[in-house]
């Protein structure tokens, strides 16, 4: 079924899921959510928090309130910036108010790739969405036609996806020296169907499928 798609600079593409739009780098969903900002005591700050600060959205990585001996209470934090990836620290002077970054999470699969676009699927409505190499960066190596990925929007923009946290993928080559003793119980680098190097145990070979934990890049099993 053909549908019409608004770009972020406002221009409206048409589309069919026979010929999806190339020239389209982010996606402004069809849906029109309410949004809805609200607003946090610096006091209820904690790990995993998103906010608002300076118009960009926010993950709060580690924080820790201060009391000093003179002058007022603070806390310190790590943050991260959705959009550009930063991670910086900064400080809030307690009992003030921030705003909540309205970050909404939707399942969708990745069904293929595009030239340079990695295209996801809702499941339900069969929306498209595209997202380019510079948007999915390392996570390209871990992703595999039919993961069900975590999208992050913000605004109606999509400004991140979170992998699951194991993947399974298929060992296309492990060659080479076992790197460990005579028993067989070392380990050894393998490639796999994504192009990702990792070490795997030398009774892993050519062929078989492993449990590959997305945040470490390490592998956990054999599948």
């Not at 006091?43 to 926010?58: M, S, T």
């Not at 201060?66 to 790590?78: D, E, L, M, N």
């Amino acid at each position: 079924m053909a549908s019409l798609h608004f770009t972020t600079n406002g221009r409206v593409c048409f589309s069919s899921p026979l010929r999806p739009p190339r020239a389209l780098r982010r996606f402004i969903s069809l849906r029109s959510p309410l949004l809805k900002v609200y607003a946090l005591s610096s006091n209820d700050i904690k790990v995993g928090v998103n906010i608002e600060v300076d118009g960009a959205p926010w993950k709060v990585l580690e924080f820790l309130h201060v009391k000093p001996g003179k002058g007022a209470a603070f806390i310190r934090t790590k943050m991260k910036n959705y959009l550009t990836g930063n991670t910086v620290e900064k400080t809030f002077r307690a009992g003030s108010t921030l705003d909540e970054a309205n970050i909404m999470k939707e399942t969708k699969q990745y069904t293929y790739k595009d030239g340079d676009e990695f295209v996801f699927m809702d499941l339900t409505t069969f929306e498209e969405i595209r997202l380019n190499e510079q948007n999915v960066g390392d996570k390209r190596m871990f992703l595999k036609e039919g993961a069900e990925c975590t999208l992050l929007f913000w605004n109606g923009n999509v400004i991140g996806f979170d992998l699951p946290v194991n993947v399974t993928l298929k060992v296309v080559e492990a060659e080479g020296d076992v790197k460990g003793d005579a028993k067989g119980t070392g380990s050894r680098p393998a490639k796999l169907e994504t192009g990702v190097l990792i070490n795997v145990p030398a009774f892993v070979k050519s062929g078989d499928n492993v449990v590959v934990d997305t945040r470490s890049g390490q592998y956990v099993s054999r599948a």
